[in-house]
């Protein structure tokens, strides 16, 4: 059996892929986070390194293990992926924001295990807003030349009365100002908990979207094949 080449669409190219939840922390032992398994995102490391591209992986929370060949970076919560996103991103051609960041963290960390204390009373847990990281380093390239020119952004979005996947998706890419969006449509007909995915890839250029259904690997390979012809439309 000889085993099929993979085009190195990518070769040359450093891409750096953020992935899996973010945790953010109450006390030393407890935290806040999401149901992110990483697997998207370890999917698209392993598509684009299977592409000829230098991988940095940005693992917050992975439920998967990282695949082989990419370089791997850790950070925990919301704060810590921010700064090791400005730390990593310069030199990078390519940045994938798949990580689910909270949008929000407790206030306060406290500096030991949070007590009962009483019979009765339970903590209140106040929250403040999170840095959105991805229209953060969008707006910081405007002044620095050497963070990636293309930035792609990912959104897990469900329709309703007020608009469709594809308006609200369309809305996120404005907001975010990045080249690139992967909507990915969650809801009732898609079946949760499968490895099937669906997809739409928005342009901010306003190129028509691009559809996908399949496993994560398949979705991951599509994304990567939009990336790799964005380059060649616009080299730099
Ligand atoms: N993102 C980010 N920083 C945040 C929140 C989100 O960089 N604090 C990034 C995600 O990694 C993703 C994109 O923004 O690539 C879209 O995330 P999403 O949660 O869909 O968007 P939000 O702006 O948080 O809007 P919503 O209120 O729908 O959650
Ligand atoms: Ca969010």
Known sequence: ITPLLSTPILAGQRVLITAGGTREPLDPVRFLGNRSSGRQGVALAQAARDAGAEVTLL??????????????????????????????????????????????????????????????SAPVITLVRNPDILAEIVQARAQDATLPSLIVGFAAETGDEQGSVLDYGRSKLARKGCEMLVVNEVGAQLAFGQDTNSIQVLFASQAPSVQATGSKLEVARVVIEQIASAIIGHPH
Do not use: Y
């Open 59 to 120: 693992a917050t929370h992975l439920e998967v293990a990282p695949p082989a060949g990419v370089r791997l970076v850790h950070a925990s919560s919301a704060l810590e992926l921010r700064a090791a996103v400005f730390a990593e991103a310069p030199g990078h051609d390519v940045l994938i924001m798949n990580a689910a960041v909270a949008d929000f963290r407790p206030a306060n960390i406290e500096n030991s295990k949070i007590k009962k204390r009483d019979e009765h």
